[in-house]
Protein backbone atom coordinates (compact mmCIF):
# COMPACT_ATOMS: atom_id res chain seq x y z
CA UNK A 1 0.00 0.00 0.00
CA UNK A 2 1.03 3.77 -0.08
CA UNK A 3 2.03 3.83 3.32
CA UNK A 4 3.06 1.22 5.88
CA UNK A 5 4.31 0.91 9.61
CA UNK A 6 7.10 -0.82 10.58
CA UNK A 7 5.07 -3.83 11.16
CA UNK A 8 1.42 -4.50 9.03
CA UNK A 9 -0.69 -6.97 9.02
CA UNK A 10 -3.46 -7.18 6.04
CA UNK A 11 -7.14 -7.69 7.13
CA UNK A 12 -8.80 -9.21 3.66
CA UNK A 13 -12.51 -7.49 3.32
CA UNK A 14 -12.88 -9.62 0.09
CA UNK A 15 -11.74 -12.25 -1.35
CA UNK A 16 -9.16 -10.91 -4.38
CA UNK A 17 -6.33 -10.72 -7.02
CA UNK A 18 -3.45 -9.01 -7.02
CA UNK A 19 -4.17 -5.09 -8.04
CA UNK A 20 -3.31 -4.83 -11.43
CA UNK A 21 -3.27 -1.34 -12.96
CA UNK A 22 -6.14 -0.51 -15.76
CA UNK A 23 -3.49 0.49 -18.41
CA UNK A 24 -5.22 1.33 -21.90
CA UNK A 25 -5.04 -1.45 -24.38
CA UNK A 26 -7.00 -2.25 -27.69
CA UNK A 27 -8.73 -4.47 -28.16
CA UNK A 28 -10.62 -6.64 -24.91
CA UNK A 29 -12.73 -9.64 -26.28
CA UNK A 30 -14.16 -11.49 -23.10
CA UNK A 31 -17.26 -13.55 -22.87
CA UNK A 32 -18.69 -14.05 -18.87
CA UNK A 33 -19.21 -17.79 -18.94
CA UNK A 34 -22.37 -18.76 -17.50
CA UNK A 35 -24.35 -15.99 -18.91
CA UNK A 36 -24.53 -15.76 -22.52
CA UNK A 37 -22.58 -12.32 -22.40
CA UNK A 38 -19.95 -10.99 -24.36
CA UNK A 39 -18.11 -7.61 -25.27
CA UNK A 40 -15.49 -6.42 -27.25
CA UNK A 41 -13.85 -3.14 -26.09
CA UNK A 42 -12.02 -0.57 -28.29
CA UNK A 43 -10.75 2.81 -28.24
CA UNK A 44 -13.81 3.85 -30.48
CA UNK A 45 -16.62 1.49 -28.63
CA UNK A 46 -17.61 -0.91 -26.18
CA UNK A 47 -20.22 -3.04 -27.45
CA UNK A 48 -21.67 -6.05 -26.18
CA UNK A 49 -24.35 -8.90 -26.47
CA UNK A 50 -26.66 -11.20 -24.55
CA UNK A 51 -29.40 -13.51 -25.32
CA UNK A 52 -32.13 -15.77 -23.88
CA UNK A 53 -34.30 -18.17 -25.29
CA UNK A 54 -36.51 -16.15 -26.22
CA UNK A 55 -33.90 -12.31 -27.15
CA UNK A 56 -31.13 -11.50 -28.10
CA UNK A 57 -30.31 -7.88 -27.06
CA UNK A 58 -27.02 -5.72 -27.11
CA UNK A 59 -25.43 -2.32 -26.52
CA UNK A 60 -22.85 0.09 -27.33
CA UNK A 61 -21.10 2.48 -26.09
CA UNK A 62 -19.34 5.67 -27.27
CA UNK A 63 -16.61 8.23 -26.05
CA UNK A 64 -19.21 10.71 -25.49
CA UNK A 65 -21.75 8.39 -23.49
CA UNK A 66 -23.97 7.94 -25.46
CA UNK A 67 -25.95 3.71 -25.35
CA UNK A 68 -27.54 2.07 -28.48
CA UNK A 69 -29.78 -0.15 -27.58
CA UNK A 70 -31.34 -3.42 -29.11
CA UNK A 71 -33.76 -5.89 -28.40
CA UNK A 72 -35.00 -8.73 -30.89
CA UNK A 73 -37.02 -11.91 -30.58
CA UNK A 74 -34.48 -14.69 -31.71
CA UNK A 75 -35.30 -15.52 -34.95
CA UNK A 76 -36.17 -11.75 -36.24
CA UNK A 77 -33.47 -10.07 -38.26
CA UNK A 78 -29.53 -10.10 -36.62
CA UNK A 79 -30.09 -6.64 -35.88
CA UNK A 80 -28.74 -7.66 -32.30
CA UNK A 81 -26.37 -10.20 -33.08
CA UNK A 82 -22.97 -8.95 -32.50
CA UNK A 83 -20.58 -11.31 -32.58
CA UNK A 84 -22.64 -14.41 -34.09
CA UNK A 85 -20.33 -17.53 -32.74
CA UNK A 86 -18.19 -16.00 -30.83
CA UNK A 87 -16.48 -16.98 -27.51
CA UNK A 88 -13.73 -15.19 -26.23
CA UNK A 89 -12.04 -15.97 -22.54
CA UNK A 90 -12.97 -14.64 -19.34
CA UNK A 91 -10.54 -11.57 -18.74
CA UNK A 92 -12.18 -10.69 -15.72
CA UNK A 93 -10.05 -13.72 -13.84
CA UNK A 94 -6.52 -11.92 -15.40
CA UNK A 95 -7.98 -8.00 -15.34
CA UNK A 96 -10.79 -7.01 -13.19
CA UNK A 97 -10.88 -4.10 -14.90
CA UNK A 98 -10.21 -3.65 -18.26
CA UNK A 99 -9.67 -0.56 -19.94
CA UNK A 100 -9.26 0.20 -23.34
CA UNK A 101 -8.95 4.28 -24.22
CA UNK A 102 -12.09 5.94 -22.49
CA UNK A 103 -13.84 3.06 -21.61
CA UNK A 104 -13.71 0.52 -18.64
CA UNK A 105 -15.95 -2.60 -17.70
CA UNK A 106 -15.93 -4.23 -14.30
CA UNK A 107 -17.61 -7.55 -13.37
CA UNK A 108 -21.35 -7.26 -12.24
CA UNK A 109 -21.00 -10.08 -9.09
CA UNK A 110 -17.69 -11.05 -8.46
CA UNK A 111 -14.56 -11.00 -10.43
CA UNK A 112 -14.26 -14.95 -10.22
CA UNK A 113 -17.64 -15.71 -10.55
CA UNK A 114 -19.37 -12.19 -12.44
CA UNK A 115 -22.81 -12.58 -13.79
CA UNK A 116 -22.63 -9.65 -15.90
CA UNK A 117 -20.59 -6.50 -16.05
CA UNK A 118 -20.65 -3.07 -16.52
CA UNK A 119 -19.20 -0.93 -19.37
CA UNK A 120 -18.90 3.00 -18.58
CA UNK A 121 -16.71 6.07 -19.75
CA UNK A 122 -14.67 6.17 -16.98
CA UNK A 123 -14.54 10.06 -16.88
CA UNK A 124 -18.37 10.32 -16.41
CA UNK A 125 -20.07 6.86 -15.49
CA UNK A 126 -22.32 6.74 -18.07
CA UNK A 127 -22.72 3.89 -19.92
CA UNK A 128 -24.88 0.21 -19.55
CA UNK A 129 -24.94 -2.66 -17.65
CA UNK A 130 -25.79 -6.19 -18.90
CA UNK A 131 -26.75 -9.60 -17.45
CA UNK A 132 -27.70 -12.94 -18.59
CA UNK A 133 -31.29 -10.82 -19.35
CA UNK A 134 -30.80 -7.90 -19.18
CA UNK A 135 -29.17 -4.40 -20.73
CA UNK A 136 -29.85 -1.07 -19.21
CA UNK A 137 -28.37 2.13 -19.34
CA UNK A 138 -26.65 3.27 -16.00
CA UNK A 139 -24.74 6.73 -14.80
CA UNK A 140 -22.47 5.77 -11.72
CA UNK A 141 -21.40 9.28 -11.12
CA UNK A 142 -24.42 11.86 -10.72
CA UNK A 143 -24.02 15.62 -10.49
CA UNK A 144 -23.41 16.71 -6.87
CA UNK A 145 -23.39 18.13 -5.02
CA UNK A 146 -21.21 16.00 -2.85
CA UNK A 147 -19.09 15.27 0.28
CA UNK A 148 -15.64 16.98 0.58
CA UNK A 149 -12.75 15.15 -1.19
CA UNK A 150 -10.72 15.58 1.97
CA UNK A 151 -8.91 13.39 4.79
CA UNK A 152 -10.77 15.41 7.56
CA UNK A 153 -14.46 15.04 5.84
CA UNK A 154 -13.22 11.19 5.26
CA UNK A 155 -11.87 10.53 8.75
CA UNK A 156 -14.82 11.97 10.45
CA UNK A 157 -17.44 9.64 8.33
CA UNK A 158 -15.46 6.42 9.91
CA UNK A 159 -14.79 7.54 13.46
CA UNK A 160 -18.38 8.27 13.56
CA UNK A 161 -19.46 4.81 11.94
CA UNK A 162 -16.87 3.44 14.90
CA UNK A 163 -18.88 5.93 17.59
CA UNK A 164 -15.46 7.64 18.24
CA UNK A 165 -14.00 11.07 18.18
CA UNK A 166 -11.18 10.59 16.08
CA UNK A 167 -9.36 8.24 14.45
CA UNK A 168 -6.34 8.62 16.30
CA UNK A 169 -3.52 6.90 16.73
CA UNK A 170 -5.15 5.29 13.36
CA UNK A 171 -5.14 7.45 10.23
CA UNK A 172 -5.54 7.82 6.55
CA UNK A 173 -2.67 7.31 4.36
CA UNK A 174 -2.48 9.72 1.14
CA UNK A 175 -3.92 8.46 -2.00
CA UNK A 176 -7.45 8.61 -1.57
CA UNK A 177 -9.72 8.99 -4.01
CA UNK A 178 -13.33 10.45 -4.65
CA UNK A 179 -16.04 9.79 -7.71
CA UNK A 180 -19.46 11.44 -7.35
CA UNK A 181 -21.01 9.76 -4.40
CA UNK A 182 -18.13 7.15 -3.67
CA UNK A 183 -14.66 7.02 -2.45
CA UNK A 184 -11.81 5.09 -0.71
CA UNK A 185 -8.85 5.59 1.57
CA UNK A 186 -6.36 2.98 3.27
CA UNK A 187 -6.61 2.78 6.51
CA UNK A 188 -3.26 2.26 8.54
CA UNK A 189 -5.28 0.94 12.28
CA UNK A 190 -2.77 1.16 14.56
CA UNK A 191 -3.08 -1.26 18.00
CA UNK A 192 -0.03 -0.57 19.12
CA UNK A 193 4.05 0.45 18.65
CA UNK A 194 5.11 -0.72 15.50
CA UNK A 195 1.91 -2.79 14.46
CA UNK A 196 -1.00 -2.13 12.83
CA UNK A 197 -3.68 -3.20 9.43
CA UNK A 198 -3.33 -1.82 6.16
CA UNK A 199 -7.42 -1.71 5.29
CA UNK A 200 -9.10 -0.44 2.30
CA UNK A 201 -12.47 1.62 3.52
CA UNK A 202 -14.92 2.42 0.81
CA UNK A 203 -17.56 5.12 1.58
CA UNK A 204 -21.21 6.35 -0.01
CA UNK A 205 -22.17 9.69 0.72
CA UNK A 206 -25.48 10.73 2.95
CA UNK A 207 -25.87 13.70 2.28
CA UNK A 208 -22.60 16.23 2.76
CA UNK A 209 -21.13 13.31 4.68
CA UNK A 210 -19.16 9.95 3.88
CA UNK A 211 -20.24 6.95 5.72
CA UNK A 212 -18.51 3.67 4.69
CA UNK A 213 -19.92 1.16 3.74
CA UNK A 214 -19.46 -3.06 2.63
CA UNK A 215 -16.86 -3.40 0.07
CA UNK A 216 -18.57 -6.77 -0.33
CA UNK A 217 -21.72 -4.81 -1.64
CA UNK A 218 -20.64 -2.04 -3.24
CA UNK A 219 -18.04 -4.48 -5.58
CA UNK A 220 -20.89 -7.24 -6.15
CA UNK A 221 -23.58 -5.09 -7.42
CA UNK A 222 -21.56 -3.06 -9.89
CA UNK A 223 -22.49 0.25 -8.62
CA UNK A 224 -18.84 1.24 -7.69
CA UNK A 225 -17.50 3.80 -10.33
CA UNK A 226 -14.85 2.32 -12.71
CA UNK A 227 -12.61 5.23 -11.57
CA UNK A 228 -12.51 3.66 -7.87
CA UNK A 229 -12.83 0.05 -8.59
CA UNK A 230 -9.37 -0.88 -7.74
CA UNK A 231 -10.74 -0.43 -4.29
CA UNK A 232 -12.21 -3.79 -5.09
CA UNK A 233 -8.80 -5.50 -5.95
CA UNK A 234 -6.44 -4.88 -3.10
CA UNK A 235 -6.24 -6.33 0.33
Not at 69 to 89: M, N
Not at 133 to 139: E, F, S
Not at 216 to 221: G, L
Request: glycine share 8%; net charge positive.
Amino acid sequence: MRLRLALITTTLAVAAPPAIAATPTAPVKLTIPGTGVSCAMTTASVSCQGSTSAVTFSATLSPAGQVTTCRAPQGAPASCVLFPGASYKNVFMQVPEPVVGPFACIPLGTWFKAKGAVCTVAASGSGFRITAGNVARVNQIPAGPHPPCTRAALSSGLARAQHRRSLAPSFLSRGWKCVGNYAWADLIAVHGPGTGDDITVVYRARGRQWRPVSRTTVCATGELPARIYIACTVN
